[in-house]
């Protein structure tokens, strides 16, 4: 007699899938059965509504005047490392591998905190120690199970992102038994062994199966650079995008691309730009730009600006609207990437009319009928 199967409906919610990444660093669930991974960077997961999405793939514009784009890419990378993550980096850089040298460490925020708890402590017993001996056994069980149960909550808060420390490179010993693999497309004639290697990297992420367990994580940095053979081949670098988007869709990954978009021509960048499910673009600042010193607050800790251009969309058609679409890029205490929304300074009614103000289009002072 056959086995009695109940009756399920495509909108169900998955319990096993769900109550699987409670327990695997560095996976998050979203609405409508999205997964997310971090980005590296707390703020811009919270942009973004979570991080991004699994089975995405990320195109990051970059800026001829400065390399902000690696900032992004090395915090992607070592947030992947941390949780354990598989990576496949290429570059075009001769040596690969020697970049891996160049990533952030995780930041010291929650031991700053566990340390400045324990001076707290200490000068508690420097003040009162002659009363400590006063305490029974019973409270100092319960302070230390307090305690330790801060610490899980301290850990739980940063096991999906972490804050990198962006003077502090990665320790050696730390790369080794990771899952690491290093392309240079350097030398290579055409993106064919790219892909191949993409293939067979994205192969043991499969989404057959019901639960995630482990994520994958792939970094291109500076696709269709100058020094690359195939940097004029702009239509097969599409078709990479093309079966790299389709690849990354059907695995449990996610794949992050930089591109000097100033060197393609317009047609060809809005291309590449619609393969994205998620676009962003860096751009430098200028060291010494008055009129935008005076219009924006915090001039001088910023040290390039962030466009989000696109949200991916995964397992939905409701757009996502941003509350902004730039942000400014920070280092706190010059070394903890931050962003934040631009705010536009306060205006000094004594140093002439602003934009609000203006009596005519042409900017003239004269009262009355607009002068156009």
């Given at each position: 007699?056959a086995?009695?199967k109940p009756r399920?409906?495509?909108?169900s919610?998955?319990f096993?899938a769900?109550?699987?990444?409670s327990?695997?660093?560095g996976?998050?669930r979203g609405?409508n059965?999205?997964t997310?991974?971090?980005?590296?960077?707390?703020?811009?997961?919270k942009i973004l509504?979570?991080?991004f999405s699994?089975g995405?793939?990320v195109m990051?514009?970059?800026?001829?005047?400065a390399?902000?784009?690696?900032?992004?890419?090395?915090?992607?990378?070592s947030?992947?490392?941390v949780?354990n993550q598989?990576?496949?980096?290429a570059?075009?850089?001769?040596?690969p591998?020697?970049f891996?040298g160049t990533?952030?460490s995780a930041?010291?925020?929650?031991?700053?905190?566990s340390?400045?708890?324990?001076?707290?402590q200490e000068k508690g017993l420097?003040i009162?120690?002659?009363?400590?001996?006063?305490?029974?056994?019973?409270?100092?069980?319960i302070?230390?199970?307090?305690d330790?149960m801060?610490?899980?909550?301290?850990?739980s808060?940063q096991?999906?992102?972490n804050?990198?420390?962006l003077?502090?490179p990665?320790d050696?010993q730390?790369l080794?038994g990771?899952?690491?693999?290093?392309?240079s497309?350097?030398?290579s004639?055409?993106?064919?062994?790219?892909?191949?290697r993409c293939a067979?990297f994205l192969?043991?992420f499969s989404?057959?199966e019901?639960?995630?367990?482990?994520?994958?994580?792939?970094t291109?940095q500076?696709?269709?650079?100058?020094?690359?053979?195939?940097s004029?081949?702009?239509w097969?670098v599409?078709s990479?995008?093309r079966?790299l988007?389709?690849?990354?869709r059907?695995s449990?990954?996610?794949?992050?691309?930089?591109?000097?978009?100033?060197?393609?021509?317009?047609?060809?960048s809005?291309?590449?730009q619609h393969?994205?499910?998620?676009?962003?673009?860096?751009?430098?600042?200028?060291?010494?730009d008055?009129d935008?010193?005076?219009?924006?607050?915090g001039?001088q800790?910023m040290v390039g600006?962030?466009n989000?251009?696109?949200?991916?969309?995964i397992n939905t058609?409701?757009?996502?609207?941003?509350?902004a679409?730039t942000f400014?890029i920070?280092l706190?205490?010059r070394?903890f990437?931050v962003?934040?929304?631009?705010?536009q300074a306060p205006?000094?009614?004594?140093?002439?009319s602003?934009?609000g103000?203006?009596?005519?289009c042409?900017?003239s002072?004269?009262t009355?009928?607009?002068?156009?």
């Amino acid at each position: 007699m056959a086995a009695f199967k109940p009756r399920t409906s495509s909108f169900s919610r998955n319990f096993s899938a769900s109550s699987s990444l409670s327990h695997t660093p560095g996976l998050k669930r979203g609405p409508n059965g999205t997964t997310f991974i971090s980005s590296g960077i707390p703020d811009l997961d919270k942009i973004l509504g979570g991080g991004f999405s699994l089975g995405s793939l990320v195109m990051v514009m970059e800026d001829a005047e400065a390399p902000h784009h690696m900032l992004l890419l090395r915090n992607f990378m070592s947030q992947g490392l941390v949780h354990n993550q598989p990576l496949l980096y290429a570059s075009p850089s001769k040596d690969p591998r020697g970049f891996l040298g160049t990533l952030p460490s995780a930041g010291s925020s929650r031991d700053e905190k566990s340390s400045k708890r324990e001076s707290d402590q200490e000068k508690g017993l420097r003040i009162a120690w002659q009363y400590k001996k006063y305490f029974d056994e019973n409270q100092q069980s319960i302070e230390s199970q307090r305690d330790e149960m801060l610490l899980m909550l301290l850990d739980s808060k940063q096991e999906f992102c972490n804050d990198f420390d962006l003077r502090k490179p990665l320790d050696r010993q730390f790369l080794i038994g990771k899952q690491i693999d290093c392309v240079s497309t350097q030398d290579s004639p055409n993106l064919v062994a790219l892909r191949d290697r993409c293939a067979t990297f994205l192969s043991q992420f499969s989404r057959n199966e019901s639960s995630v367990f482990l994520a994958g994580r792939i970094t291109i940095q500076s696709l269709c650079a100058p020094q690359c053979a195939y940097s004029d081949m702009e239509w097969d670098v599409l078709s990479f995008l093309r079966s790299l988007k389709g690849m990354v869709r059907s695995s449990n990954a996610v794949a992050l691309v930089t591109f000097p978009s100033s060197l393609l021509s317009l047609s060809t960048s809005k291309r590449w730009q619609h393969m994205a499910d998620t676009l962003l673009s860096v751009k430098a600042i200028p060291d010494e730009d008055k009129d935008l010193a005076k219009l924006l607050t915090g001039y001088q800790d910023m040290v390039g600006l962030l466009n989000v251009h696109k949200v991916a969309r995964i397992n939905t058609q409701v757009p996502v609207i941003l509350e902004a679409t730039t942000f400014s890029i920070k280092l706190q205490k010059r070394r903890f990437l931050v962003l934040e929304c631009l705010n536009q300074a306060p205006i000094d009614g004594s140093s002439g009319s602003s934009y609000g103000t203006s009596g005519s289009c042409s900017g003239s002072s004269k009262t009355g009928r607009l002068d156009f």
